[in-house]
């Protein structure tokens, strides 16, 4: 089942940055059961939101996969930026990246430019991502459901064939 998401700008923004965060982290898109590259994760939800990114508000399909992956995309980023402000105290101010997620802080800077002046800017990012992470969280829930009875039926059915490769006894 699609699950359609209209997102204002800012929110747009918001997700897209949790997005990059997401994309790069080593392995993000490896299936953790076959450990093969997942076909329709979040790098497919990139250029939809690149593409909608200055307009008003954006719009996504997204599958119960990439919306449960976006929600822990969200999580993840939400971490990386409230430890901003204390990477900036550590740091003195320099402006060496604060992130170990390739793109991050440029993409932080060119979508939300008040945080390339203030580090305390990205806590506000942080609440931010975290109200629309509650807003999706019901959505997101019930993404997860979906995919578990999926898993379960997948399983169900596998055992159903039989596991003795050569017949039934």
């Known amino acids: ?56 508000s954006a719009r996504l399909e997204l599958s119960a996969y990439q919306l449960s992956r976006l929600g822990e995309a969200m999580m993840g980023a939400i971490n990386e930026l409230k430890a901003y402000p204390l990477l900036d105290t550590m740091s003195g101010g320099s402006s060496r990246p604060r992130s170990a997620a390739a793109g991050f802080d440029e993409a932080m800077r060119r979508l939300f430019p008040p945080s390339a ?35 379960r039926r997948a399983h169900e059915a596998t055992r159903r064939k039989g596991f003795w490769p050569f017949g039934r006894r």
């Open 117 to 151: 002046l203030d580090a305390n800017y990205a806590t506000r990012l942080a609440e931010d991502m975290l109200m629309l992470w509650r807003r999706m969280e019901s959505a997101v829930s019930r993404a997860e459901t979906e995919m578990d009875t999926q898993r």
């Open 1 to 56: 089942m699609p699950y359609a998401l209209t997102l204002p700008q800012h929110e747009a923004r918001l997700a897209f940055l949790a997005v990059i965060y997401h994309l790069a982290r080593p392995g993000s898109e490896i299936d953790r059961d076959t450990l093969t590259v997942v076909q329709h994760g979040l790098a497919e939800v990139m250029p939809q939101l690149e593409e909608q990114i200055n307009a008003n």
